[in-house]
């Protein structure tokens, strides 16, 4: 089990093979109860396969691992049921409106109907989509939409969510509008785990870690890795870093 009651995700020396391929290669780290915490690399690095790891969607080839109380190795099924889950891939039914796919969801994820007014309320006055609650969802502004699906991976109310890659291909100033309302959630102290490689959008992270290749490269707070890495440049930043870390791990 974890080492601190305050983690809500701890993995030791996790590893996923597939065939030859080693994806992930024995990795550790741990995210503590209602933080924002970024997981960075490039494309291919591995962030993918590990959050569907913790996600309990694909089984480790080895090592531990426990999300929110439950361990990955077996007890996927009870993990899907206390975690959210937003893909990079926007996940909901275009052809619906936002009040159907939050009915939908609800059904998905086995909440009971009584609650149903109660949670549908919650979810479009929190993703601010109640004036627009009938339109098709497709009709609706891509920020709009991602805060939908956001939404919808909270109604049962997980106490950690998992963003993988989610403002892939969106412009700047929708990004910056997605991370206030990420902002706005962990406040609520709900935790956060997100995958990017944007790397600006990791300053709004407590902690971050940089994986390359499947294995972790670097850990802790964007300022305090800034400052490890070049110590000497006060205008660098975490591009500066990622270019840095990247080059290093590739010789």
Known sequence: MTDSGSDVVYVKDLKKSFNDFVAVDRISFNVKKGEIFGFLGPNGAGKSTTIRMLCGIITPTSGEGWVAGHDILKESEEIKHSIGYMSQKFSLYEDMTPSENIRFYLGIYDISEDDWEERTEWALNMTRLKDVKDRITRDLPTGWRQRLALGCALLHKPE???????????????RNHFWEF?????SEGITIFVTTHYMDEAHNCGRIVIINEGRIVVTGSPEDIIKDIFPNSPGADLNDVFISLMSRSTH
């Open 182 to 186: 990420i902002d706005h959630l962990a």
């Open 160 to 174: 950690i969510i998992f963003l993988d890659e989610p403002t892939s291909g969106v412009d700047p100033i929708t």
